[in-house]
């Protein structure tokens, strides 16, 4: 089976040489997701909005797919501020939660710098 690239308006344009996401046999791999609004450029200020419309992202990209939450397995966030993270833990429980859904397996790793100045990316992997 060949790779089938996926792709929503519902969620941000990738800003590289990237695709949204990417499905190959029954894996799909989702690009790590940034808090910026398409039609406006908007980046809320506040990490728990932020944490917020990157998984809303998320999301939309597998529903594209025709998946759900509960469908991933593995999420990676990327966090400028380590100390942002008891707020982003309380956002990812929720958004968990309200789904019904197990917690995927996670990493969480301090950056530098994320694009376009924002507080958090999160990348996800998801099985079909």
């Not at 406006?40 to 990209?61: A, C, F, H």
């Not at 994320?114 to 990316?121: D, F, R, W, Y």
Request: proline residues 5%.
């Amino acid at each position: 089976m060949s790779k089938i690239i996926i792709k929503t308006k519902k969620s941000p344009i990738p800003i590289g040489p990237y695709s949204q996401g990417v499905q190959k046999n029954n894996f799909i791999f989702i690009s790590g997701q940034i808090p910026i609004q398409n039609e406006s450029n908007y980046i809320p200020d506040d990490i728990k909005d932020q944490t917020k419309l990157v998984l809303l992202y998320i999301e939309n990209i597998l529903n594209k797919a025709k998946l759900k939450v509960h469908n991933i397995v593995k999420t990676t966030i990327f966090v400028s501020n380590l100390n942002d993270f008891k707020n982003i833990n309380k956002i990812y429980k929720n958004f968990f939660d309200k789904k019904k859904c197990t917690y995927p397996a996670r990493s969480c790793v301090e950056v530098s710098r994320l694009p376009k100045e924002v507080k958090i990316e999160i990348e996800a992997i998801a099985i079909k």
